[in-house]
T-cell receptor, first 112, second 117 residues
Framework: AQSVTQLDSHVSVSEGTPVLLRCNYSSSYSPSLFWYVQHPNKGLQLLLKYTSAATLVKGINGFEAEFKKSETSFHLTKPSAHMSDAAEYFCGFNTNAGKSTFGDGTTLTVKP | ETGVTQTPRHLVMGMTNKKSLKCEQHLGHNAMYWYKQSAKKPLELMFVYSLEERVENNSVPSRFSPECPNSSHLFLHLHTLQPEDSALYLC????????????????FGPGTRLTVL
């Protein structure tokens, strides 16, 4: 069965320090992975997506993620956190017929 | 209006009420989705419509009834709900369906916060 696991429910960083949000996947084939962000009282917004073209994927707002098949991981990183990055982040993947499966989410807190 | 809009933003209803949630997308997309987001639970896909035809019904109870009259509008009709149905209901749209090998970006509305008393 295919699944994603977000390893941390909460991550807290100081402004200006690196961000690492971890996501592992389980799939019998190369999955179509993505990261979405949800700010308070807003819908989800796509940060980046992986579709096997390149293992290092760059997204919006300075975020990037690296697909590591050997580790079955797709961790989200950012070199320097900004206060506006505080939000809920969701890792997930797509299957056929428009079906998207999301992880449980990671709440990112950024301290001044 | 731009993007995906949802009305109402907040809804409180009793278990015997009938209400409807409305979603409208102004992006020219041809696929629309309903998701349920509960506290402490992952986002759950409820329904998928492509070209106004339902292509996915993810074992959702019959007290939730979707309707897609055209490619720009999606409704979720609610009747005899239970308190555990209280959640944030998110609508999304995309151009084409997501599938293996391609991630068609979904654009989400802000959601309707539903409370069932």
């Amino acid at each position: 069965a295919q699944s994603v696991t977000q390893l941390d429910s909460h991550v807290s960083v100081s402004e200006g320090t690196p961000v690492l949000l971890r996501c592992n996947y389980s799939s019998s084939y190369s999955p179509s992975l993505f990261w979405y962000v949800q700010h308070p009282n807003k819908g989800l917004q796509l940060l980046l997506k992986y579709t096997s073209a390149a293992t290092l994927v760059k997204g919006i707002n300075g975020f990037e993620a690296e697909f590591k098949k050997s580790e079955t991981s797709f961790h989200l990183t950012k070199p320097s956190a900004h206060m506006s990055d505080a939000a809920e982040y969701f890792c997930g993947f797509n299957t056929n017929a428009g079906k998207s499966t999301f992880g449980d989410g990671t709440t990112l807190t950024v301290k001044p | 209006e731009t993007g995906v809009t949802q009305t109402p933003r907040h809804l409180v209803m009793g278990m015997t009420n009938k209400k409807s949630l409305k979603c409208e997308q102004h992006l020219g997309h041809n696929a629309m989705y309903w998701y349920k987001q509960s506290a402490k639970k992952p986002l759950e896909l409820m329904f998928v419509y492509s070209l106004e035809e339902r292509v996915e019904n993810n074992s959702v109870p019959s007290r939730f009834s979707p309707e897609c009259p055209n490619s720009s509008h999606l409704f979720l009709h609610l009747h005899t709900l239970q308190p555990e149905d209280s959640a944030l209901y998110l609508c999304a749209s995309s151009q084409g369906l997501a599938g293996v090998g391609h991630v068609n970006e979904q654009f989400f509305g802000p959601g309707t916060r539903l409370t069932v008393l």
